[in-house]
């Protein structure tokens, strides 16, 4: 991929982070689930790795959290395990289809959370359609809905007023954008930010 791709402006490399909009101890434990996107292989600027970025922030999220986690895969694995340039190719074909990738094994019973982080790389400047076949396939309400996106540069893209558009009568929670390489190379500092922000939130 060039980075003619990255086309949202990379000003908020961590989106709003700090300004978390729920007040301290608010959260119920096991109440909180992190449901994520990733792809380990071939990526942008990092090569070939063995756990992708956005698990790598999904973690850091459930370490502090004690959130449960909940993976997203796709039924067909193999249509993914191509290298970058490849991919990206296929997530561009996707968007244009408006494609809804089946999802592997049982989708998680989402009545006993209150809160949800919803963690995603962008794919061209969008949530990668399997995330909408997750969505449409969950009806939810009065919930507390949290994005985190990991990047090439681009930032959060609009994915947070997306998730707000796909469940309007959920509440939506400052969300976090984080540069994919950075969580890959260098998560120290990641982790402290991600911290911050969850601080913040009232984590
Ligand atoms: C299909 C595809 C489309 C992408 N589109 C964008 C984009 O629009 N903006 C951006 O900043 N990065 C884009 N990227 C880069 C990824 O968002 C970034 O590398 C991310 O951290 C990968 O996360 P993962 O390892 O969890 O899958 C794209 C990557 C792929 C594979």
């Not at 061209?124 to 399997?130: G, N, R, S, V």
């Not at 681009?154 to 009568?169: E, F, H, I, R």
């Not at 954008?177 to 982790?191: F, L, N, S, Y």
Request: with cysteine; hydrophobic share 35%; charged share 20%.
């Amino acid at each position: 991929m060039c980075l003619s791709l990255i086309g949202c402006g990379s000003k908020s490399n961590t989106s709003s982070a700090g300004q978390g909009s729920a007040p301290k101890s608010s959260f119920t434990p096991g109440s909180v689930l992190v449901v994520f996107f990733s792809r380990a292989g071939e990526q942008y600027n990092v090569g070939v790795i063995k756990k992708g970025n956005t698990a790598i922030v999904a973690e850091m999220i459930a370490d502090r959290t004690g959130a449960d986690l909940y993976e997203v895969r796709p039924e067909k694995e193999s249509n993914y395990n191509v290298g970058y340039e490849k991919l990206t190719e296929i997530g561009l074909q996707e968007k244009r289809d408006k494609a809804r990738p089946e999802i592997a094994g049982t989708l998680p019973d989402l009545s006993k959370y209150d809160t949800i982080f919803f963690g995603t790389p962008v794919w061209w400047e969008d949530w990668p359609m399997i995330m909408y076949t997750f969505f449409e396939n969950n009806k939810l309400s009065g919930k507390k809905l949290i994005p985190f996106v990991t990047h090439a540069g681009s930032g959060m893209c609009g994915l947070d007023q997306k998730l707000a558009a796909v469940y309007p009568n959920c509440e939506l929670l400052t969300g976090i954008a984080i540069v994919g390489e950075q969580a890959q190379k260098d998560p120290g500092p990641v982790k402290e930010t991600v911290n911050n922000w969850l601080e913040n939130l009232g984590f």
